[in-house]
């Protein structure tokens, strides 16, 4: 690696080039009405979001990959049994077992459950987080859900009144992502979803178009180039969400 | 150091494809057990006239052979110990229809369209008789029914599609008959409905032979460019594996898996109008003529098998042929098989879509990067498959896909999931480690009508020629049936027959 990426992964903690990634913690409230948890209320909404198109991701601008889960507990890796002390205390025998198991470390545990969101964007942070509060909306069997109704559970929430408090919210719950490696190019989403659909369809004009004289070949790739508009982003191009041509 | 096998313990079909032995005809038999006491004692009577791996002279082949495998739920009808039956793999408990998202077994190949034998959960026994004619098929074949009424405790089952013995179709038949097709002239041919030259390049495994000459393009390459036997493990249980491990796929007590494999049978009907009408419109598009692009599918020229890396236009296949013809038998069969494709990387002479190519890429998966790997088929040892079988039916009319004909194809393997089931989801109907996206194997791909297939043939970069696309790629292959067995030695044939297996 090269000086200047290893510099940046200090000074631009959650940059590669124009991507941007995002991973934030929000803890869940410990509660529970009417026999349902927050957690639980929180996690089916998470597990009934829709998906591809109609997820509320792809409204977002600008969002590469995103997922939503919940972290109940840290994950536990068993006793250090290969621990050279431990075992060298296993050779003398000279601890009580009490005294050997007490100098073992202490199983740590999580006090509440966590909401994460770990995202891949383009651009700046507070743009994408204004995008998630503005745009962020998809149909609950009828009934519209905004961003609120997966985050209302989480503790302090309920300070959140606009875009500029969800963004301040969501930065307080910030983790950095200090190895971040962006799966793609840092374009837009826009030029990505144009450069895919782009490809699709140049391998579908090259096989419809093989073995024609290049006057033929020129006029057709003239119709095509008409038809797929390559500077044109807004105009025939995937939409955000799409996995099949 | 080359390892010993115990010839006589292992199946006969495991370590020789009958076929190249001059076992021309084959007829397979399944079965239902239907009482445990009965059906061991039909398996002991089998046992008997089970044909062992034993090395043959000329004076001790026989004329006909006889093998037999077992599905999971046979092995369960047989009063396996729960000891022993829990050590089996989940692919084989599964069984065939129930794995066909991941085999691509969708649309005209979904077990709801499969023979009507394979509707039912009662295939139990797989017994396979390979005869020099079919008289000797025959002739076992009445040994085995005379078997069945005897025991009394095993039923054969009925329901293969095909033609009776007047020729009228019929899917209720008592057995699935395959043979060799005959040339023009009557004599025996390799030939699969196609037209393609089949079986040439099948794995070498330790053990199997003390010819150094065929496992040259057989067996894997070493990181010198040397040919060497794969490890016995691949292919039978109880021998150490690519990864220098016993098969996981191994069940309890080692003397039931010892010498024993998996067997992977499908029967896939070969759609020869189609074939045809395709091979004639999409020749009329490319440039090099219609045997060329019907090589270009395989890998191979359809007449004699010719690996089209070495022969990759009509000047180069002359020459080949002409010192082909003039070569004796060992090195024409050095001529089929010992090649790379280091020379052609970019598939600009074999297509890296070619079938053979997908199916043992021969160390092409380093894309030329020398060292990429510990050797140069590091990833293609693992997936390596044995293929026995015989073509079925007849095509009589070359216009139509209708009518039984296709081939009985059968994989050996130790591993079903990591050889076989991966080489058919991953090479055969996607092709991402070769650079190609989701394009399936011309031949044997699910291509849907919704969705048509396409290929890339690639060529010299620089050349200044443009590739060649192949598009609308219909469904050449279905499968009409098929299911997973286990072979066991010949020791473990007694043992379960016996009711004396201990997996304590």
Same mark, same amino acid.
């Given at each position: 690696m090269r000086f200047m990426d290893t510099l940046n992964i200090f000074l631009?903690?959650?940059? &590669?080039g124009n991507a941007t990634a995002l991973t934030t913690l929000c803890p869940i409230m410990n509660r529970v009405v009417d026999g349902e948890s927050s957690v639980d209320i929180t996690r089916e909404r998470c597990l009934r979001l829709p998906i591809?198109?109609?997820?509320p991701l792809a409204k977002?601008?600008?969002?590469?990959l995103a997922r939503l889960f919940i972290l109940d507990n840290v994950f536990y890796e068993s006793l250090?049994?290969?621990d050279s002390v431990f075992n060298f205390s296993e050779i003398t025998s000279i601890f009580s077992d009490k005294a050997r198991l007490g100098a073992l470390p202490q199983k740590d545990q999580l006090k509440s459950k966590y909401l994460v969101f770990s995202s891949n964007f383009h651009g700046d942070l507070d743009a994408y987080l204004r995008g998630m509060w503005d745009k962020w909306s998809y149909d609950d069997n009828g009934q519209q859900r905004d961003v609120?109704?997966?985050?209302?559970?989480?503790?302090?929430? =309920?300070?959140?009144? =606009?875009s500029s408090s969800f963004i301040s919210y969501m930065k307080r719950c910030q983790l950095n992502s200090a190895l971040f490696f962006n799966g793609?190019? =840092? =374009?837009?989403l826009q030029e990505q979803l144009k450069a895919l659909y782009l490809k699709q369809e140049f391998s579908k004009f090259a096989a419809a178009n093989q073995g024609k004289s290049a006057a033929d070949l020129q006029e057709a790739y003239k119709a095509f180039i008409d038809q797929v508009q390559?500077?044109?982003? &807004?105009?025939?191009s995937w939409v955000p969400g799409q996995c099949e041509p | 150091m080359t390892q010993n096998l115990d010839l006589t313990d292992i199946q006969g079909n495991i370590v020789k494809a009958y076929g190249s032995f001059g076992f021309f005809k084959a007829r397979y038999l399944f079965l239902r057990v239907d009482n445990g006491d009965k059906g061991r004692d039909f398996v002991a009577r089998i046992t008997s006239k089970v044909t062992s791996a034993e090395r043959w002279s000329k004076s001790s082949a026989p004329s006909v052979t006889t093998n037999m495998a077992f599905t999971y739920s046979g092995l369960e009808a047989l009063e396996l110990p729960t000891a022993s039956l829990i050590g089996f793999p989940e692919d084989f408990v599964m069984g065939m229809s129930k794995r066909k998202v991941i085999l691509g077994?969708?649309? /005209?190949?979904? /077990? *709801?369209?499969?023979? %009507?034998?394979?509707? *039912? *959960?009662?295939?139990h026994i797989w017994i396979s008789i390979n005869g020099k004619s079919i008289e000797d098929v025959e002739e076992r074949y009445q040994w085995v029914s005379k078997q069945i009424d005897a025991t009394g405790g095993v039923s054969l089952l009925k329901g293969h599609r095909g033609e009776d013995a007047f020729g009228n179709p019929s899917d209720d038949l008592p057995y699935q008959d395959a043979s060799i097709l005959y040339d023009e002239n009557g004599m025996p041919s390799s030939k699969e409905h196609f037209g393609y030259t089949d079986g040439i390049g099948d794995p070498v495994f330790e053990?199997?032979?003390?010819? *150094? %000459?065929?496992?040259?393009?057989?067996g894997k390459l070493t990181s010198e460019g040397e040919w060497v036997p794969l490890a016995t493990g691949e292919f039978i249980l109880g021998h150490l594996d690519e990864a220098m491990?016993? /098969?996981?796929t191994a069940p309890r007590p080692d003397l039931l898996s010892n010498n024993a494999t998996y067997m992977v049978y499908r029967k896939l009907h070969q759609n020869v109008g189609t074939f045809n009408k395709f091979l004639d419109e999409q020749s009329k598009v490319f440039p090099g003529g219609k045997e060329l692009l019907a090589a270009k599918f395989?890998?191979?020229?359809?007449?004699? $098998?010719?690996p089209l890396v070495h022969t990759p236009d009509e000047a180069s296949k002359a020459d080949w042929d002409k010192k082909f013809a003039a070569a004796d038998v060992p090195t024409q069969k050095k001529m089929l098989t010992?090649?790379?494709y280091n020379e052609d990387i970019e598939g600009?002479?074999?297509?890296?879509?070619a079938h053979i190519r997908r199916i043992n890429p021969r160390g092409s998966l380093e894309y030329g990067v020398k $060292?990429?790997?510990?050797?140069?088929?590091a990833l293609v040892d693992r997936r390596r498959i044995l293929r026995r079988g015989l073509p079925y039916g007849?095509? %009589?009319?070359?216009?139509?896909?209708?009518g039984n004909h296709g081939i009985i194809f059968m994989v050996l393997n130790a591993d079903i999931n990591r050889q076989f089931e991966f080489v058919q989801q991953q090479w055969i109907n996607y092709a991402n480690d070769f650079k190609?996206?989701?394009? %399936?194997?011309?031949?044997l791909g699910n291509h849907s009508a919704k969705c048509p297939g396409k290929v890339v043939f690639e060529v010299e970069p620089g050349s200044g020629k443009p590739p060649h696309f192949v598009k609308?790629? /219909?469904?050449?292959v279905e499968t009409r049936g098929g299911d997973y067995f286990f072979i066991p030695s010949i020791t473990a044939l007694k043992m379960i027959a016996g009711g004396i297996i201990d997996p304590t």
């Open positions: 631009k903690p959650n940059s &590669s591809h198109e109609e997820s977002v601008p600008n969002t590469y250090p049994g290969g609120r109704y997966i985050w209302e559970n989480c503790v302090a929430f =309920d300070g959140v009144t =606009d793609s190019t =840092d =374009d837009s390559p500077s044109n982003l &807004s105009g025939p | 077994d969708d649309g /005209p190949s979904d /077990p *709801e369209h499969w023979d %009507k034998i394979w509707q *039912e *959960e009662s295939v053990g199997q032979t003390n010819n *150094e %000459k065929r496992v040259i393009g057989r491990e016993y /098969p996981h395989s890998g191979r020229w359809r007449d004699n $098998g010719a010992d090649f790379t600009a002479k074999c297509p890296v879509s $060292g990429a790997f510990n050797t140069p088929g007849k095509a %009589k009319d070359q216009t139509s896909d209708d190609l996206g989701n394009d %399936k194997d011309v031949l609308n790629i /219909p469904r050449l």
